[in-house]
């Protein structure tokens, strides 16, 4: 069993940059591939970005490639995502993920999910 709780969210102007973080309980942390997910109001929950469980590999929806960066500290159980160059439409609920693999985080297949932390972005 894997707990995820996000923190770092807020309200921040156009351009400006925010990091999300996600701790993670449980022994196994450093076995999930992690990945983040968004969900706008009145929008379907997307794909953000996905790391696997040893960091080696990122990948990242087209959306956001050159102004996210996620990363992970598997000692302190943590997976980060840096968010910069930010634009209203990341306004959204973001979700962070542990899966089996990659593409299962990519896909929205996880097998844990956290509450979510708000991130609103003002023009």
């Known amino acids: 069993q894997v707990q995820l709780v996000e923190s770092g969210g807020g309200l921040v102007q156009a351009g400006g940059s925010l990091r999300l973080s996600c701790a993670a309980s449980g022994r196994t942390f450093s076995t999930y591939a992690m990945g983040w997910f968004r969900q706008a109001p009145g929008k379907e929950r997307e794909f953000v970005a996905t790391?696997?469980?040893?960091?080696?590999?990122?990948y990242y929806a087209d959306s956001v490639k050159g102004r996210f960066t996620i990363s992970r500290d598997n000692a302190k159980n943590t997976v980060y995502l840096q968010m910069n160059s930010l634009k209203p439409e990341d306004t959204a609920v973001y979700y962070c993920?542990?899966?089996?693999?990659?593409?299962?985080?990519?896909?929205?297949?996880?097998?844990?999910w956290g509450q979510g932390t708000q991130v609103t972005v003002s023009s």
């Open positions: 790391i696997s469980w040893s960091g080696g590999s990122t």
């Open positions: 993920s542990a899966g089996q693999t990659t593409t299962s985080t990519r896909k929205g297949t996880s097998d844990y």
